[in-house]
């Protein structure tokens, strides 16, 4: 069973739309819930992180926690073709937040 | 963010050899991490990396194919013994950083991997 579940998309979007991206996770003791934004031939970079349940906003970028249905997901406003990549969730092992389990990655094409 | 370097940045090996990357960090870290990304999947957790004590290897890898070296809180490095193509792959480091009270991983630049 897979600790974190994405769908792999591809999620087509228009420009200046909003995307959003969903993850689940199987333990319910995770604390930690990360997002990795990576481009093609790229390494993983970090979007933002949410720990507490709700909604988090950084700029473009929102993500939201529900703990009780061990979800989360990522929202991405006035997508831009430049945030074409794959998007990876990433959540924190309950027995050691320093070990991250990551999910397969949802790929977002935003159309000019 | 951490910034961290990976050597080599790719490679082509002959079936059978070995092939060591190393790792380094710009600022001291207990731990680091080990990362392989196979074609069109995600990120699968090799094993992490303490200084001072053998590394901690996961689920379905073993210290005679992935050794791990961690000389320094700086540094480390994964070789890829007795390589197969089923080892082509892109092989990646993280270490942790604190970013207010969460710690979060940064990612090296990767090491592309190709085995004949």
């Known amino acids: 069973q897979k600790e974190v579940e994405q769908n792999s998309g591809p999620l087509s979007v228009p420009e200046g739309a909003i995307a959003s991206l969903n993850c689940t996770y199987s333990?319910?003791?995770?604390?930690?819930f990360f997002w990795y934004r990576q481009y093609s031939g790229k390494s993983p970079e970090l979007i933002m992180f949410?720990?507490?349940?709700g909604d988090k906003e950084d700029g473009r970028f929102t993500a939201q926690l529900n703990k009780a249905s061990q979800y989360v997901s990522l929202l991405i406003r006035d997508s831009q073709p430049s945030d074409s990549a794959t998007y990876l969730c990433?959540?924190?092992?309950?027995?050691?937040?320093?070990?991250?389990?990551f999910g397969s990655g949802t790929k977002l094409n935003v159309k000019p | 963010s951490a910034v961290i370097s990976q050597k080599p940045s790719r490679d082509i090996c002959q079936r059978g050899t070995s092939l060591t990357i190393q790792c380094q960090v710009d600022?001291?870290?207990?731990?680091m991490f080990w990362y392989r990304q196979q074609p069109g999947q995600s990120l699968t957790l090799i094993a992490t990396?303490?200084?001072?004590?053998?590394?901690?290897?996961e689920s379905g890898f073993v210290i005679d194919k992935f050794p791990i070296s961690r000389p320094n809180l700086t540094f480390s490095t994964l070789t890829v013994s007795n390589m197969s193509p089923e080892d082509s792959s892109i092989y990646l480091c993280?270490?942790?950083?604190?970013?207010?009270?969460?710690?979060?991983?940064?990612f090296g630049p990767g090491t592309r991997l190709l085995v004949l």
């Open positions: 993280s270490a942790p950083r604190t970013s207010g009270a969460q710690e979060t991983q940064y």
């Open positions: 333990d319910r003791g995770s604390q930690s």
């Open positions: 949410i720990y507490s349940n």
């Open positions: 990433a959540v924190t092992s309950i027995y050691n937040f320093n070990k991250f389990y």
């Open positions: 600022s001291q870290v207990t731990m």
């Open positions: 990396a303490n200084q001072g004590s053998e590394a901690t290897y």
